[in-house]
């Protein structure tokens, strides 16, 4: 967590001070004591040692120097098959559990890809031997039953970092929560 910042306001531009930050356009941050609290959202107009964040709420405070934000994963890509999740440029954060819910399925199955990282990411996920697979729970939304069947399977020869969830009802809408 990177905190004692200062942050100033401007209608719904939210402008924050970090020395030497390392963040890129487009990374998220989760947002605490600005004007307003628990703020996912990216980051924008990057510079050394500060950073916007755009489309916040145009009330509350218009600045401060207890600001404090933490660097949060993102998901770069979402289909019907699966998932990317992508960890920050800057930070050291470890994702503990993520919860997706999926469009309509016309399969069985739905992929994460995880970042391969030890830092940054979900465990190292490089080799068979490090994989961290993840702990599923499922449920269908049209009736909201929990889905027994549902499993991971790992990938055995390449892609440590993709694990498929399969089990899931086609057709229908499924919540899917992995925790690591």
Do not use: C
């Amino acid at each position: 967590m990177f905190g004692g910042l200062t942050w100033v306001r401007n209608t719904t531009t939210l402008s924050i001070s970090s020395s030497a930050h390392g963040l890129s356009n487009g990374d998220f941050v989760i947002v605490q004591n600005m004007n307003q609290n628990y703020l996912y959202a990216s980051a924008s107009a990057v510079g050394t040692n500060t950073f916007q964040i755009t489309g916040v709420t145009n009330s509350g405070g218009t600045s401060g120097k207890k600001g404090a934000y933490i660097p949060a994963f993102k998901v770069s890509s979402f289909t019907q098959a699966g998932a990317t999740i992508s960890s920050p440029s800057a930070g050291d954060v470890q994702l503990i559990s993520a919860k997706v819910s999926t469009p309509t399925l016309t399969g069985t199955t739905f992929s994460f890809t995880m970042p391969t990282s030890r830092e940054n990411g979900a465990g190292a996920n490089g080799t068979l031997y490090n994989q961290n697979p993840p702990i599923i729970q499922a449920w269908a939304l049209n009736n909201g039953n929990q889905n027994t069947s549902a499993v991971i399977t790992l990938n055995t020869s390449s892609n440590f970092n993709v694990f498929q969830v399969g089990g899931l009802s086609s057709l229908i809408k499924s919540m899917i929560k992995v925790t690591f």
